[in-house]
């Protein structure tokens, strides 16, 4: 019996359970880097101690691959992780432990995946074990981030940064695929200036007004559920009592402990408006006004819009069209690598996804340009 539990894994299974390894050493290493860049002895305790425990998930890891006779090398971070923890100082620690909460909530779902799936009793009750700490993981990151919630359920897509991310992606896809229908179609420079350009403008004022009012229909909502929250808390603070001792409850706190917590934040309104805000509608910290959000949005977008325009600036011929395109294809390429960060997928993939999408783009608008210059602007000449 001993002998059939250990038998060699398929090639599929053993790729999943390498696959969590490397995530394990990422975790620690980017917890480590983490708990290094912070000042307040709390915060860099937290950081140190989650560091510790994923240093223990994986040598748990190793040690079960080398029970069943699994060889593999000896694992370093990621490019990815590498990069996070270069970008951390840069761009502040509090975005990318939202990233690590988006991580930490993937490996509950994936560990609690794996408990199901396993014939093996040994690995069936190490994904239990690791899914219950990476749920605690969870706690401890929604204490420094200030979230609330089961975040495995969650399907945020990264604020501000993301938004400059997926801004700079569609001015760059779009306009790459005009101008390069405008190549097919003509020679001439100041034609193709001309349309790159109005491109650059027309999709960054489109994408910044979509942004503008996204975040402002966003905005209004929030506001109105406020003041309708507001006018519950004065006409029916019994109710509000209620829920409040309820959603309490939920949380762990005894019962009777829960209804004298409730009872005493609903004496100060201004406290118990903000503890429903929180608590029964979810609404974290607003970071940026939709005008914000609207010309961020924009700019990100002109400059992605701008970098196959660029070349034509400053020469001419087939050596402008070379430049724009490699330009145009490494920014894909750059981009689609940072949309890893929301998407949670290696950054090389993501990063080559985006460069074929980019190249059929392109060809597309080629195509398109060639068609028309032949049967449209052929038959005009």
Do not use: C
Request: net charge negative.
């Amino acid at each position: 019996m001993e002998q059939q539990e250990r038998t060699r894994p398929d090639d599929k299974t053993i790729k999943v359970w390498k696959h969590h390894l490397q995530d394990e050493i990422d975790a620690s290493f980017l917890y480590g880097a983490f708990a290094e860049l912070e000042s307040d002895p709390t915060r860099k305790k937290i950081l140190a101690d989650l560091s510790e425990v994923e240093d223990r998930h994986v040598t748990r890891w190793q040690e079960m691959l080398e029970s069943y006779n699994v060889r593999f090398k000896e694992r370093r971070p990621t490019l990815k992780a590498r990069l996070m923890a270069w970008l951390a100082p840069k761009f502040g620690g509090s975005f990318f432990l939202s990233q690590m909460l988006s991580e930490e909530a993937s490996e509950v779902k994936d560990y609690l995946t794996l408990h199901k799936n396993s014939t093996q009793q040994d690995v069936k009750e190490t994904a239990l074990d690791l899914a219950k700490e990476s749920a605690g993981h969870t706690e401890s990151l929604q204490e420094l981030t200030g979230t609330i919630g089961e975040p495995w359920h969650k399907t945020e897509s990264g604020g501000m940064i993301g938004n400059i991310v997926y801004g700079f992606n569609d001015g760059l896809t779009a306009n790459f695929g005009l101008v390069a229908g405008v190549i097919a179609a003509t020679s001439d420079v100041s034609t193709i200036l001309v349309t790159g350009i109005v491109g650059t403008v027309a999709d960054s004022l489109s994408m910044g007004a979509s942004g503008y009012l996204a975040a402002k229909s966003e905005q209004e909502v929030y506001e109105h559920e406020i003041e309708i929250e507001k006018e519950e808390i004065l006409l029916m603070p019994d109710i509000e009592e209620d829920e409040l001792a309820l959603i309490y409850e939920v949380r762990g706190v005894p019962k009777e402990q829960a209804r004298e917590l409730a009872q005493e934040v609903m004496e100060d309104p201004e406290r118990a408006l903000a503890e429903k805000i929180q608590t029964e509608l979810k609404i974290g910290e607003v970071y940026a006004t939709p005008v914000k959000e609207g010309w961020i949005t924009g700019l990100a977008t002109a400059i992605g819009a701008f970098i196959p325009v660029a070349p034509f600036l400053f020469t001419q011929g087939m050596l402008a069209i070379w430049i724009s395109f490699t330009f145009a294809m490494l920014s894909h390429f750059a981009v689609g690598a940072a949309r890893s960060f929301f998407t949670g997928r290696s950054l090389f993939r993501s990063g080559f996804d985006m460069f074929v999408v980019g190249l059929g783009v392109a060809g597309v608008g080629y195509l398109v340009g060639e068609l028309l210059e032949r049967f449209f602007f052929g038959n005009l000449g």
